[in-house]
């Protein structure tokens, strides 16, 4: 039996039509595929933006980024939210010198005697001489630039004592055995006139 309205008509149940939801659905997808199309990179902003990503290049591979990165040589340069580290190879560390010497190098004892006889030559003398000064130096220093003689402080290829009194035949005198033997021809000519008596002198008193 239907219920009857104070005018005496029977009233209709009320219902709500649910037609409209799909249409909502639709739209919602459609606008959020066009902005897609439009700015590819929007969705990506937003959510980098609220959740502060950032995004970390690859580092730069190098056989020593093990060893660097150990040492803390890194340097980081930031744009654009976007991070890229840069491997920074330290310079190598400088040569170590042995504690009291002048010079610092490898002797050449061959290229030193070849320039010893050049220079026995040039002043006159002959074979014997330069045999001579051989030997005189080989007892000495063993031909070498850099010898130093820890308890007197005699320097160099012909044992100047002190070192530094070759300054006078070239700055270079702790280095450069040309420098070392042209002091040394010079002393040896001032003080026993040839080497040959600067060399019997060594054999007799063990010192020249």
């Known amino acids: 039996m239907q219920p009857i309205g104070s005018r005496g008509a029977a009233r209709a ?59 803390g040589a890194t340097a980081a340069v930031a744009r654009d939210k976007f991070t890229v580290t840069k491997i920074v190879i330290p310079p190598p560390p400088p040569p170590k010198v042995a504690r009291g010497a002048v010079g610092a190098g490898t002797p050449d004892p061959g ?17 014997a001489q330069y045999d001579c000064l051989v030997s005189l130096w080989k007892k000495e220093s063993g031909w070498n630039t850099f010898a130093e003689n820890k308890s007197s402080g005699a320097y160099g290829i012909p044992q100047a004592l002190p070192g530094s009194k070759m300054a006078s035949a070239g700055a270079d005198w702790a280095t450069n055995p040309a420098t070392q033997i042209t002091w040394g021809l010079g002393y040896i000519t001032g003080r026993y006139s040839t080497p040959c008596g600067a ?7 063990g010192w020249y």
């Not at 909502?24 to 609220?50: G, K, R, Y």
């Open 111 to 127: 290229s030193a005697q070849a320039i010893a006889y050049d220079m026995v030559m040039a002043r006159g003398w002959d074979q």
């Open 13 to 71: 149940p009320l219902t709500r039509s649910r037609r409209p939801l799909p249409f909502f659905a639709f739209a919602a997808s459609l606008c959020f595929v066009m902005v897609t199309i439009i700015d590819p990179t929007a969705a990506f902003a937003i959510t980098a933006a609220e959740e502060n990503v950032v995004t970390i290049a690859p580092a730069v591979e190098l056989d020593t980024q093990t060893a660097v990165a150990a040492e």
């Open 199 to 205: 060399w019997s002198t060594s054999q007799a008193k």
